[in-house]
């Protein structure tokens, strides 16, 4: 048994090469200093995201997830965080070595984030057109009329009623639903090339998610921006998403198109994942948690984090990390069950 | 708006009538009177001079006498010194306590509120603590103590500052220091809590994302928000700098109006007194109006009715 395909697999999206990636994320690594230790909150995350592309990064909580998307940004506090491993190329530029100035050009630029909730999200007692207008006054040299103009435009893309009226207006006069979509718009006032949504739909209720959602399909049909959506809800992943990244504690467990990861689920967790949603055809049979919890990431385990939690744990699961294995062009899994070296 | 503000003044002049009413009985009921003093006046002419400035009236009459002066601002005469009027003292001393209150209560918002934001970008630095080490000194010591100190130290034994009077930009500066570190100690640390508070919220995190400078996230996003419970405390502290310059007019020789105000206590200037009562009250009155009106001005969500509500 050699270690021979791990090279080709880290390789295989690229091999896609008909289109650019518009980010690389290559072994990401941040850890954050406290009075108690480390957490090591990401450690070594690698994926890669195309054009007019939706991937979703799912996991629950404190698996590193928006981390993930903090680093991407730059936006980590530091101290106490730190990039301590990796590269996150955008357009051929690594992100994680620019300098601050250089940075904030390209942030709400080039790379725009939505909140999760959109109640706090909105500075309370500044108006809604200056919060729509100030950051691509502050990128391109665009005339404030102009910049008035382009965000009625945007606020009537993302379907807010009397635009000129809602300009003048503070958050406080905006449904959540409404103001969510305001977040959205100032996202999109400069036209980035890519969107990350931190669990954009997390706040709001049922029927307003879905209006949210479809608008991200939307958006992103008329302006082929990609998307990394960030989320714990795998209803949201099912409605959006081209490919998804299964995250568990600082770590990509199992990628793969949506397809593939739910139809065909290789990792343990990702499995776990999925058998704890609710389903209307199993009405009336209880849930199925996924027993125990996350392993302490101020010491994470050597092998495979989710051994203590998995019905199928080998005895190298605990003491080896396990690489990638590739399962398709796009279906990649971290788990020894799949890895034909290990000894069953 | 408009009928909250009328609503307010209608209040306002209860409040003052109330002051003015509570100081008028509290000074009655102090034993003596203004021509205790007078050495060597018999019995009938202090009588004389108690009929003329209807001093012998039942308390009542006085108080109706004493309404109306009000309402027409007229306080009459002095008693002391009968060849002035309480207006003119109130004219000739009002300008230079104004002055010294608006520089001290500019100083103390400007220099507290910048060494507030500074401690808060610094947090649990070096200079964070040396901010607020020094806010905690400057809340501690009183500004009657402050004063004798920096006349000592400026004024006697480096000699750069003149120590007395009012008279041109650099006779204002120990006293407002004296008066301003209190209230600027007080805002430098309500500044900095409150903005340690609000960097952590969402839009600040929003704002960066944006790409703003950190400049501008700090003025335009943070600290509008900061400065709420600032403008809350600043009503307050406008009352405290008011009567704060009482004794800071006295310590600096300053003629203005808190000179005339103590003297009146002393003296048992009965119009002088409730003249300066009533202005006094007048101007702290209508300085927390302000506030409030300042209130809905930073905040939209804060509106101003007739109910008096938000």
């Known amino acids: 048994m050699k270690i021979a395909n791990d090279e080709k697999i880290k390789q295989n999206p690229k091999a896609k090469t008909y289109e650019q990636p518009v980010l690389q994320v290559d072994n990401l690594e941040v850890t954050f200093k406290t009075y108690g230790g480390t957490v090591q909150a990401v450690r070594g995350v690698s994926f890669n995201i195309m054009k007019g592309e939706t991937l979703a990064i799912v996991g629950e909580s404190g698996c590193g997830k928006s981390v993930t998307s903090s680093a991407i940004m730059g936006l980590i506090p530091s101290p106490p965080g730190k990039i301590t491993n990796g590269q996150v190329m955008f357009n051929g530029r690594d992100l994680t070595g620019l300098a601050k100035n250089e940075l904030r050009k390209i942030r709400g630029a080039d790379i725009s984030m939505i909140f999760q909730d959109p109640m706090t999200a909105l500075n309370p007692t500044l108006k809604i057109g200056d919060q729509l207008i100030e950051g691509i006054m502050q990128h391109t040299s665009i005339s404030t009329a102009d910049a008035k103009k382009k965000a009625i435009e945007m606020m009537k893309l993302v379907g807010i009623p009397n635009p000129t009226e809602r300009m003048k207006q503070y958050p406080h006069q905006f449904s959540g639903g409404m103001r969510q979509r305001i977040v959205i718009a100032i996202a999109l006032m400069c036209e980035p090339e890519l969107l990350i949504a931190d669990e954009p739909t997390t706040a709001l209720d049922v029927t307003i998610q879905a209006q949210i959602l479809e608008l991200f399909e939307e958006i992103q049909q008329k302006t082929g921006v990609a998307i990394i959506l960030i989320t714990h809800d795998l209803g949201v992943v099912a409605k959006i998403a081209n490919r998804i990244a299964v995250m568990y504690a600082g770590k990509i467990v199992e ?43 101020f010491a994470p385990p050597v092998g495979c984090p989710f051994t203590a939690r998995c019905p199928h744990a080998m005895t190298v699961c605990e003491k080896i990390m396990p690489q990638q294995t590739a399962l398709s062009q796009s279906h990649g899994v971290n788990c020894w069950l799949l890895d034909e070296r290990a000894q069953r | ?266 003296n048992r200037d009965y119009p002088v007194i409730m003249g300066t009562t009533v202005f006094y009250s007048s101007i702290l009155v209508f300085m927390l109006f302000l506030v409030d009106i300042a209130y809905s001005l930073l905040d939209p969500r804060i509106k101003l009715n007739a109910k008096g509500g938000e």
């Open chain 1, 255 to 297: 990628t793969g198109t949506k397809r593939e990861i739910f139809y065909e689920p290789k990792h343990p967790y990702t499995q776990g994942l999925l058998n704890s949603v609710p389903r209307l055809d199993l009405k009336g049979k209880p849930l199925e948690p996924i027993e125990g919890t996350p392993p302490d990431l």
């Open chain 2, 1 to 266: 708006m408009a009928k909250y503000i009328v609503k307010r003044f209608f209040i306002m002049i209860i409040t003052v009538l109330l002051i003015a009413t509570l100081t008028f009985f509290l000074m009655h009921s102090i034993p003596g009177s203004p021509f205790n003093q007078e050495r060597g006046t018999s019995e009938a002419v202090q009588a004389n001079l108690e009929a003329f400035y209807g001093l012998d009236q039942p308390l009542y009459v006085q108080y109706a006498m004493y309404i109306k002066s009000i309402i027409t601002f007229d306080f009459g005469p002095s008693i002391k010194n009968p060849n002035q009027t309480v207006n003119d003292l109130l004219s000739r001393g009002f300008p230079i306590s104004f002055e010294l209150g608006i520089i001290t209560i500019l100083t103390a918002l400007v220099s507290g509120v910048t060494l507030g934001i500074i401690a808060a970008l610094r947090h649990n630095g070096f200079i964070d603590y040396l901010a607020m080490t020094f806010a905690v000194l400057g809340i501690s010591i009183p500004n009657f103590v402050l004063a004798t100190l920096v006349i000592q130290q400026f004024a006697v034994n480096w000699g750069i500052l003149p120590a007395a009077t009012w008279s041109s930009p650099a006779h204002m500066v120990l006293p407002t220091l004296a008066l301003a570190t209190g209230p600027m100690a007080i805002i430098a640390r309500l500044t900095r809590s409150s903005m340690l508070e609000v960097l952590t919220q969402d839009y600040i995190k929003m704002a960066k994302a944006k790409g703003l400078t950190p400049f501008r996230i700090i003025i335009k996003h943070a600290l509008k928000n900061a400065m709420m419970p600032v403008v809350t405390i600043l009503g307050t502290l406008i009352a405290g700098i008011l009567t704060g310059t009482f004794v800071i007019e006295k310590i600096f020789a300053i003629p203005g109006m808190g000179k005339y105000f103590v003297d009146s206590i002393n």
